[in-house]
């Protein structure tokens, strides 16, 4: 099952929130949704959930409206906001038999789900107690575990790891990359490593348009356009031999320099002066823009 947006767009009396975009989420993969603040990814993630009613435009899952069969979406959906709304009084447990009677489970099918969703999203040791006594990195888990409880082939996260330590960071990602092997999962963050550790393929949206869209390795190797060197060092070297050969060198890490030139041979110049000063060489690769350069070159070129 995927995903597909076609002209979507979203008026709030003089503001194009989202404006005419199109993209597609397949089936088995997690699709980075990014943006800046404003830039209109809550809006279009509450229209793919049938929360928002689009100005215009279409939004299917599976062949299925959003906007024509709302309540078959919401079936075949689950949704977890960026402010996780959660009943803090009732027990774990006692919150997700709720959302999963709500969906229809019902009776051996209903308590299963329940048991299954407390083991995928790592909450054991937390199902006796309270919501409202659990940590941030819980509640989040919580909110994770009904999003799933009815079992949605199509899963929508918006900024599910914010607030979040490095630890439960890791954990929900793995949850996430678990689930989504038979799911199409759609995920908005601001973290570019959680990008690149879990996304398939990115759709990057800027003050309402989609600025791009493509497989997560394509679109790196396609904007790294960067003609540099890392130069790297067993021990630490004297930045002035470069500069000697008409470079500007900038620090890079331990031992490491970032060199870029224009020069077709630059490969060949740095490993001419290494060789020509006895430099203890430990590597010589090519410099890559980081996903959050990227991000950044494609939203700025945007501002008006």
Do not use: W
């Amino acid at each position: 099952m995927s995903v597909v947006i076609s002209e979507l767009t979203k008026i709030y009396g003089e503001q194009r929130a989202v404006d005419a975009i199109s993209f597609e989420a397949p089936k088995g993969k997690v699709t980075g949704f990014l943006g800046p603040n404003g830039a209109g990814k809550s809006t279009t993630m509450k229209m793919a959930v049938g929360y928002v009613v689009p100005t215009s435009g279409s939004i299917t899952l599976d062949g299925v409206s959003v906007t024509e069969d709302p309540l078959e979406v919401k079936k075949m959906t689950g949704y977890l906001p960026e402010h996780n709304p959660l009943y803090l009084d009732m027990y774990v447990r006692e919150f997700l038999r709720f959302i999963g009677s709500a969906y229809g489970l019902k009776g051996s099918t209903l308590k299963h789900r329940v048991e299954e969703m407390i083991e995928t999203v790592g909450l054991n040791r937390e199902k006796k107690k309270k919501i409202g006594a659990l940590s941030k990195g819980y509640r989040q888990r919580v909110g994770l575990a009904q999003a799933l409880i009815h079992n949605p082939s199509v899963l929508i996260l918006d900024e599910p790891t914010t607030g979040l330590d490095p630890n439960q960071i890791l954990e929900i990602r793995e949850v996430i990359k678990n689930i989504s092997q038979d799911k199409t999962v759609i995920l908005s963050t601001h973290i570019m490593q959680e990008v690149e550790a879990i996304c398939d393929k990115v759709v990057i949206i800027d003050k309402g348009q989609i600025v791009a869209d493509d497989q997560l390795t394509v679109l790196k190797e396609g904007m790294n356009d960067s003609n540099g060197i890392i130069i790297t060092f067993e021990q630490a070297v004297d930045r002035q031999v470069f500069v000697s050969g008409g470079f500007e060198p900038k620090e890079y890490g331990e031992n490491a320099y970032l060199i870029e030139s224009d020069r077709d041979d630059l490969r060949a110049a740095l490993l001419k002066i290494t060789s020509e000063n006895d430099l203890p060489l430990l590597s010589l690769t090519k410099a890559h823009k980081s996903l959050e350069e990227i991000f950044h070159r494609l939203t700025q070129n945007q501002k008006s």
